[in-house]
């Protein structure tokens, strides 16, 4: 498997439900970032938490990590049908000069009104 | 503030001509980076500028790709000749002085080599 894996590949829920994504990655890492893209959009910033911390929330979303299990998982609460897309975590490793992000597959994510 | 912006937002040509890429990163980003993602394949690094120097370009998938940024404000990626696997999107990102800031990324370029 790939650094960034993203678990499930797709997921369907109804509007209002909760929905949850996990990320696998390898390496020892600086960060891990969350990005979701609307169909033919760009990648628009989620959230970064860094390898010290834990869990991190910003308004409905919730990303947790633990370095010791290399996993991530991002939950979306309350979901709306705005929150159909593809989500994308990229980890940006320890020692790799500059930052540079490795990209799992991503979760692309249904949310039917 | 105004995000990174990309042009074009689409770009067809035929197989062996040539393409230019133009990133402009939000103002004040020393860090600029590109990444593509072809048919049916993860996001993928190719390269980072810090100002005008390149810092690391070994995503760069070989010598037809041609990054600059003179200056350190925009860059361009230019594709010459461009060969059907080239198709894609190509996305810049940038962001602040620490190498493990958060990137920010543009729109990207839809890419279509015929």
């Known amino acids: 498997s790939q650094q960034g894996e993203e678990d499930p590949q797709a997921l369907s829920i109804q509007e209002g439900e909760n929905a949850t994504m996990n990320c696998s990655y390898k390496?020892?890492?600086?960060?891990l970032q969350w990005y979701r893209q609307n169909s033919g959009r760009g990648l628009v910033h989620l959230i970064l938490?860094?390898?010290?911390?834990r869990e991190k929330h910003s308004g409905r979303l919730r990303v947790t990590l633990d370095t010791s299990k290399k996993s991530s998982s991002l939950l979306i609460t309350a979901s709306r049908a705005a929150d159909t897309a593809s989500y994308f975590c990229?980890?940006?490793?320890?020692?790799?000069?500059?930052?540079?992000?490795?990209f799992g597959g991503g979760t692309r994510v249904l949310v039917k009104p | 503030e105004a995000g990174v912006t990309q042009f074009p937002s689409h770009s067809v040509i035929e197989k062996g001509q040539t393409v230019t890429l133009r990133c402009d990163p939000i103002?004040?980003?020393?860090?600029l980076y590109w990444y593509r993602r072809v048919m049916g394949k993860e996001i993928k690094f190719l390269l980072h500028f810090v100002k005008e120097s390149k810092q690391d370009e070994s995503g760069m998938p070989n010598n037809r790709f041609l990054a600059e940024r003179t200056g350190g404000t925009y860059s361009t990626l230019k594709v010459q000749p461009a060969e059907l696997e080239d198709s894609g999107v190509y996305f810049c990102?940038?962001?602040?002085?620490?190498?493990?800031?958060?990137?920010?990324f543009g729109p990207g370029t839809r890419l279509t080599v015929l």
């Open positions: 390496t020892s890492i600086n960060n």
């Open positions: 103002s004040g980003h020393d860090n």
């Open positions: 990229a980890t940006g490793a320890i020692g790799a000069a500059g930052n540079k992000l490795t």
């Open positions: 938490i860094r390898s010290n911390e």
């Open positions: 990102a940038s962001s602040r002085d620490t190498s493990t800031d958060t990137q920010y």
